[in-house]
């Protein structure tokens, strides 16, 4: 392995001897999302330039029958999306996504409030008539929490490796609104009776040690539903309640460690994406609020999102400027999405009325830069420092380099995190950043993973092998014809499958889907490929920069002497001198000091 003794030790401790592969999961979709409807069932269709749209679905309307499932508004909203795609030429893991969110609670089914072991109550959400009086099963107790995992279950088997579904919301500790840590005894005027209520329950009361319990439980539950698909946890500080007339007070600590639970390697991990869903323009960061929290998990370099305020026309008021406001918060706190209004396209908002085209394309012009800021805070990459320990960075307007374990010559990431890597010619891999390492039979000088995971590698003697996930084994793949004395020496894939390679005479080659071979005009000594192909990028025996511009190469200014392409125009690189930069529009900007990167 040429490790020392100690290096060998820690790697083989981080391994924990396993070599177990997990598939990589799907990035959280970075930009500007719709927050769609919450009246009803109903999916926002694609519109404008948005990263992302919300389903809000009742349960009572998925499930009306225990066991009979009714997907059709989220099928025909990810046909939509689908379309949508097409029609711009985005594939559509890197297209406009589905949003998935459940809303249980009071919305649940008449066949889960009615089983006897569940049970219900008679629940106010604002006063104590008709149209605000619900029926609330018993959500943190375990029968109704358990019928919450037969539907998750039932969804993660339909979308769970469906490309276009981005996201899907925890949402099983919930009473009207999916702030999962808040409003359990509805509005000050009535929260005095629906605590009485909810404590008179006998052995199936409420307390905030159930209730704390139901959280953790729904992290569990997506943990073992949800292995592709991220799982996003909108909340407000958790609320501890006085049982005699209902009054909340915020837990900072509280939430922390239930933050903490939720992306743990063992739980949810990266596929935990915590919020909040009511940020303002005048609100800051520094206050002890759960604003200040998800600050500091996204310094940690975890996904945050943040939801805005609704638009209001009254004392509180909220409008296109105060959306502004709290996008740019956002933006300026690390989060890599946020969930806008309803009618953020209308032209009067508070009417809800003229929702035209021209003005569709005005408010994305408005929004554009907002767009790209976010997009922006999920451009992170991978690194090995000279001494061979591995770093990542995940917020690049303004984080150091975190530490990771391990120790490596080489790597290679996805978006999602996951990293393959070589040690000499031995291969590790972590299925995310708080994973541990895996030890993978075999041996490779170099190794390159693309964003859904197709894994490809060259051996010493210029051999080309690529990743049978299903069955962890390398095979073997054809060679381009190559001269005599000649090897590969680099290679890199796209999603689909299309390979480029460097040989030991810096000769190109690309390789098609089919496994068709064909020389590629210029001299290069590495290559990187993005994951869908669009990208293309190059060094030279020179340490030159080549970008490929259809059927030729462009040269592009500066010197480097490794380079990879990421996501969305991602491009990072490193120099003789072992300084980093990444590309930042036309120009090349420093990141720091590291031996190689990869871009995610």
């Known amino acids: ?349 508070f009417n809800k009325a003229g929702c035209t085209q021209a003005v569709i394309d005005q408010r994305q012009n408005e929004f554009h830069t907002y767009q790209a800021r976010l997009k922006n805070n999920f451009r992170p990459a991978d690194a090995i420092t000279p001494k061979r320990y591995v770093r990542t960075r995940h917020d690049i307007s303004g984080a150091n380099w975190v530490h990771n374990s391990g120790l490596l010559d080489q790597l290679s990431s996805t978006s999602s995190g996951e990293i393959w890597g070589l040690s000499g010619q031995s291969i590790w891999f972590r299925p995310s950043q708080n994973a541990n390492w895996q030890s993978i039979s075999g041996a490779l000088t170099h190794i390159q993973v693309a964003g859904k995971g197709r894994v490809v590698g060259v051996n010493a003697n210029g051999n080309l092998y690529q990743r049978d996930r299903t069955n962890n084994r390398w095979t073997g793949l054809s060679r381009p014809s190559l001269n005599r004395g000649e090897k590969l020496v680099t290679v890199d894939t796209t999603d689909d499958g299309v390979l480029w390679a460097t040989t030991s005479n810096n000769r190109i080659f690309t390789r098609s889907a089919a496994g068709s071979w064909s020389k590629v005009s210029g001299r290069l000594k590495q290559i990187s490929v993005n994951d869908d192909g669009s990208e293309v990028w190059g060094i030279n025996v020179n340490n030159n920069i080549y970008r490929r511009n259809g059927s030729s190469w462009s040269k592009v200014g500066g010197k480097l002497k490794q380079i990879s392409a990421g996501t969305d125009g991602n491009v990072w690189g490193v120099n003789s001198s072992n300084i980093v930069y990444r590309r930042d529009g036309n120009r090349w900007k420093s990141v720091g000091r590291m031996k190689t990167v990869s871009a995610r």
């Open 1 to 349: 392995m040429n490790l020392s003794t100690k290096s060998l030790l820690s790697l083989l401790l981080l391994a924990g001897l396993s070599t177990s592969i997990q598939a990589a999961i799907k990035p959280y979709p970075s930009g500007l999302i719709m927050r769609g409807k919450y009246d009803g069932t109903k999916c926002e269709a694609p519109r404008g330039n948005m990263a992302a749209g919300y389903c809000q679905v009742y349960w009572k309307d998925i499930e009306p029958v225990k066991g009979q499932f009714n997907w059709s508004v989220i099928d025909n909203a990810i046909a939509a999306a689908q379309t949508h795609n097409a029609g711009k030429g985005i594939h559509n893991k890197d297209g406009y996504k589905v949003m998935i969110r459940i809303r249980t609670g009071v919305y649940a089914p008449d066949w889960v409030k009615n089983d006897p072991s569940v049970g219900k109550i008679n629940w106010h959400f604002k006063n104590t008539t008709p149209n605000q009086t619900h029926q609330l099963p018993l959500f943190w107790n375990t029968p109704y929490q358990d019928h919450y995992a037969d539907l998750m279950q039932a969804a993660a088997n339909r979308y769970d490796d469906n490309s276009s579904v981005g996201g899907v919301a925890a949402s099983m500790c919930m009473t009207v609104h999916t702030e999962i840590m808040w409003n359990r005894t509805g509005r000050s005027e009535v929260r005095s009776i629906n605590m009485s209520t909810m404590r008179s329950l006998g052995s199936n009361n409420y307390t905030n040690e159930k209730d704390y319990a139901c959280l953790q439980r729904q992290i569990q539950i997506h943990a073992d539903n949800w292995h592709n698909t991220p799982t996003l946890f909108g909340s407000h500080l958790y609320q501890e309640y006085d049982y005699s007339n209902g009054e909340k007070e915020p837990k900072y600590n509280k939430t922390k460690q239930l933050f903490d639970e939720c992306r743990n390697s063992s739980k949810l991990g990266k596929r935990c994406v915590l919020g909040n869903n009511s940020l303002r323009h005048d609100e800051v960061n520094n206050d002890g609020s759960i604003n200040q929290l998800l600050f500091e998990v996204a310094q940690d370099g975890d996904p945050v999102y943040f939801q805005t305020n609704v638009f209001k026309n009254d004392s509180n008021f909220f409008g296109i400027n105060e959306l502004k406001g709290a996008m740019n918060n956002a933006a300026n706190w690390g989060a890599i999405s946020v969930e806008i209004p309803m009618y953020w396209d209308c032209s009067d908002y």
